[in-house]
């Protein structure tokens, strides 16, 4: 599975981005998805995940402000950020996880991930 993002750019508070992510490859084996974001001297956090079924998760920092989604006729994960915040500033990557024995033989979960993309909000 390959991930290109899309969508980054800077930005000022309160403003709106929707970063955007086209899977290609064995993307019929893909369960869940998400969004990940590593600002610079911090780790790397979960800010929103999505199943094959729809169910989403969201980090308690984006609630009410990210949405999440995934259109599975073309492959491809969305991150809608509204209101954004300087502390949002961070190099957005997603990731598919894929099912076992699907593809090839491996007998596990495996995690592929995109090159990242880099978003900077400014106050």
């Known amino acids: 599975v390959q991930l290109v993002e899309s969508g980054g750019g800077l930005v000022q508070a309160g403003d709106s981005l929707r970063l955007s992510c086209a899977a290609s490859?064995?993307?019929?084996?893909?369960?869940?998805m998400g969004w990940y974001r590593q600002a610079p001297g911090k780790e790397r956090e979960l800010v929103a995940s999505?199943?094959?079924?729809?169910?989403?998760n969201y980090a308690d920092s984006v609630k009410g402000r990210f949405t999440i989604s995934r259109d599975n006729a073309n492959n491809t994960l969305y991150l809608q950020m509204n209101s954004l915040e300087p502390e949002d500033t961070a190099v957005y990557s997603c990731?598919?996880?894929?099912?076992?024995?699907?593809?090839?033989?491996?007998?596990?979960?495996?995690?592929?991930w995109g090159q990242g993309t880099l978003v900077a909000v400014s106050s």
């Open positions: 990731d598919a996880i894929t099912r076992p024995f699907c593809g090839g033989p491996q007998d596990r979960y495996l995690a592929f």
């Open positions: 999505i199943t094959s079924a729809g169910k989403t």
């Open positions: 490859g064995d993307t019929n084996c893909i369960s869940a």
